[in-house]
């Protein structure tokens, strides 16, 4: 990790920036900002909306005041494609060169226009001649990556390094040493289910179904204008004892179909990957604060569900103690940071 860049996060709902600085060894949190994401937003392909949105970023980075103008810049995971592979065993070299056709089977997109990423995963011990290799691959269109690269320059930025945010969230959320873990992200627009292990992506999934999908279902239901919807949503969320449970009523049913891809990934998993036995799930972005929901997600998978914390190992003072609880919130955006 530098001080010397920060990490930016441009959600749908919300643009986030951290700077993280490493003291005698320790991570001491610098600068977290987030501001509203304007209209349209990175998804929208007209320049207006995009100027915005780089004017958003570089009101966050100033009130901010972060110090440098380099960053780690995410890319929301369904823009991109991750496969995790199987190949025979290669060197590094073998790899490199045979990488862009192998690609070509599982990337359902033209190599040409991809920007293509891999990392090997697993390999098996030297001794092994049957053995495969695990390889995840990353395919990211190159039209998307400009895109980025040209909202965050008109920022007055310079973007030095683009990557997945499930990457982002893995460096923050897990450890190498940890049990292979779910992590759910709950963002404005989509969620997205990663499964981690040995500080690795091993899988990916992007669900059309985030916290606006919630609100508007509490706006059809009970005939509310969007910003009393939110209200509802993030005092009743999922908890019975609230309102009668009638905005219970409403969300369960749609956290339901999270839940299935959640067991649905978790066979995968078991099936694809030796030794990836889950036992946890980690929530985080802002809809993992739905009230509610981490004993909801225990209760419907048999897991153990925790509320993702960037964090937890984190110098507890200055900033970090003014912002309680929003190490969830910031998860993206510190796992940038915290790139090496
Ligand atoms: N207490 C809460 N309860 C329920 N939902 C909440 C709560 N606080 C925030 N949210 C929801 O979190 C969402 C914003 O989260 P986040 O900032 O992680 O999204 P984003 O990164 O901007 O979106 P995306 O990742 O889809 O681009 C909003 O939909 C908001 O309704
Ligand atoms: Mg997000």
Redesign the pocket.
């Given at each position: 990790m530098s001080a010397k860049s920060f990490g930016l996060?441009i959600?749908?709902?919300?643009i986030k920036a951290v700077q993280v600085e490493a003291k005698n060894n320790k991570k001491v949190l610098m600068a977290a900002v987030s501001k509203q994401?304007p209209s349209g937003g990175i998804q929208s392909e007209s320049p207006v909306d995009l100027g915005k949105v780089s004017d958003a970023i570089k009101a966050c980075v100033d009130e901010a005041k972060i110090s440098t103008d380099k960053c780690v810049v995410s890319l929301?995971e369904s823009q991109v494609v991750a496969r995790l592979i199987q190949l025979p065993t290669l060197t590094d070299k073998e790899l490199a060169a045979a990488i862009n056709w192998e690609a070509e089977q599982y990337i359902p997109l033209p190599i040409k226009d991809v920007f293509l990423q891999y990392k090997v995963v697993s390999r098996p011990q030297e001794s092994s001649t049957s053995g495969k290799m695990d390889v995840l691959l990353i395919a990211s269109p190159k039209r998307v990556i400009q895109k980025y690269l040209n909202v965050v320059r008109n920022a007055n930025l310079r973007p030095e390094i683009l990557e997945t945010e499930s990457i982002a969230l893995v460096r923050a959320l897990t450890k190498s040493e940890d049990p292979a873990t779910i992590v759910v992200s709950?963002?404005?627009?989509?969620s997205e289910l990663i499964i981690a292990y040995g500080g690795n992506v091993l899988f990916t999934r992007s669900i059309a179904t985030?916290?606006?999908t919630l609100?508007r279902a509490v706006m059809a239901e009970f005939n509310l204008p969007q910003a009393q919807a939110?209200e509802y949503?993030?005092t009743y969320?999922i908890l019975e004892d609230k309102l009668s449970g009638k905005v219970a009523a409403v969300l369960k049913p749609i956290l339901d179909i999270l839940i299935s891809e959640i067991l649905k990934a978790v066979e995968f998993a078991h099936s694809h990957v030796e030794n990836s036995q889950i036992s946890r799930i980690v929530i985080c972005?802002?809809?993992a604060?739905?009230?509610g929901l981490p004993e909801f997600l225990a209760e419907r998978t048999s897991f153990e569900v925790s509320l993702g914390d960037a964090w937890t190992d984190f110098v507890k003072e200055g900033l970090i103690l003014k912002l309680p609880g929003q190490g969830s919130?910031y998860c993206v955006a510190t796992g940038l940071a915290l790139r090496r």
């Open positions: 996060d959600g749908r709902s919300f994401t929301i709950l963002g404005a627009l989509s985030g916290g606006v609100t939110e949503k993030q969320g972005g802002g809809g604060y739905l009230p919130f």
